[in-house]
């Protein structure tokens, strides 16, 4: 049960550009993300990422 966590990082000036992008539509990540569903769906979602079924997941704390 080892876990290994990786991270990625932007500098902030290209950071602040992403968001004007996202914000303005220029840049669509819809067909990134399959999967938008509460932290406590993790285990089966994280399940099926681990099978190939998923793509990007955001998780909602609530």
């Known amino acids: 049960n080892d876990w290994h966590i990786l991270g990625s990082f932007a500098l902030c000036y290209t950071f602040q550009q992403a968001i004007t992008w996202l914000e303005s539509g220029v840049i669509n990540i819809d067909p990134l993300v399959s ?28």
Do not use: S, W, Y
């Open 35 to 62: 999967h938008t569903a509460p932290l406590a769906e993790f285990p089966t979602l994280f399940q099926q990422f681990a099978e190939g079924k998923t793509r990007k997941v955001h998780l909602q704390p609530t």
